[in-house]
């Protein structure tokens, strides 16, 4: 059974900084991808990043380009987003998601098949 766990929401105002931590157990798979969508209240869940464990290769959605990192601790079997410059707009529930997908030679996070429980992050004007 796979198991994905987060950690390390919380509330911050404007312009500061959460590093989300993704624990995961249970994954078989040699290859696949991991990453973060989130959900704010009243709006659609979107992915905010991802990393192929295959080759690496990691994603950003535009609007978090240049503010967010993904990276993976291979020996602790963990996932990080780090989030600076936090805006309001950046409020939402997070949650890690793995993925099988493959396409155009890596693996997306486009649809998840495991979700974790999530964390809250919320920003203040």
């Known amino acids: 059974e796979v198991h994905l766990v987060e950690s390390g929401g919380g509330l911050v105002k404007t312009g500061g900084s959460l590093r989300l931590s993704c624990a995961a157990a249970?994954?078989?798979?040699?290859?696949?991808?991991i990453g973060w969508f989130r959900q704010a209240p009243g709006k659609e869940r979107e992915e905010v990043s991802c990393?192929?464990?295959?080759?690496?290769?990691?994603s950003y959605a535009e609007s978090v380009k240049g503010r967010f990192t993904i990276s993976s601790d291979s020996a602790k079997n963990t996932v990080y987003l780090q989030m600076d410059s936090l805006k309001p707009e950046d409020t939402a529930k997070y949650y890690c998601?793995?993925?099988?997908?493959?396409?155009?030679?890596?693996?997306?996070?486009?649809?998840?098949?495991?979700w974790g429980q999530g964390t809250l992050v919320t920003v203040s004007s």
């Open positions: 990393i192929s464990k295959s080759n690496n290769r990691k």
């Open positions: 249970g994954f078989t798979f040699d290859n696949y991808a």
């Open positions: 998601v793995t993925s099988t997908t493959y396409s155009d030679g890596t693996y997306s996070c486009d649809y998840p098949e495991h």
